[in-house]
């Protein structure tokens, strides 16, 4: 899986100030997923520790999902869903 540029990107609709920029959770979300991804852990591990992060990922989206700032969030919550069950098949 490799990194996408586009997560701290401004949309066309967005200003291209510090005040436009996500938080920095979703690129320590990203990271840790990334790092789940590649640890080789059991898969029961790995799911448990999967919930959490999604868990995580997801309170902090539904906490600025009426913003620009909830974007970033929802587009990692996509990619992170597919990227697992890819890995990590049932």
């Known amino acids: 899986?490799?990194?996408d540029p586009s997560d701290?990107?401004?949309t066309d609709n967005e200003p291209t100030?510090?005040?436009?920029r996500p938080p920095a959770a979703?690129?320590?979300s990203k990271r840790t997923f990334l790092g789940l991804l590649m640890s080789g852990i059991p898969p029961d591990v790995a799911r448990d520790k999967f919930e959490r992060l999604w868990d995580e990922t997801n309170a902090l989206a539904a906490s600025s999902m009426m913003s620009a700032q909830?974007?970033?969030y929802i587009a990692l919550l996509k990619r992170m869903h597919t990227a697992f069950v890819e890995r990590y098949p049932r």
């Not at 100030?17 to 436009?20: E, H, Q, R, V, Y």
């Open 26 to 28: 979703p690129t320590k």
């Open 17 to 20: 100030g510090s005040a436009a």
């Open 8 to 10: 701290n990107e401004p």
């Open 1 to 3: 899986m490799s990194a």
């Open 70 to 72: 909830g974007r970033p």
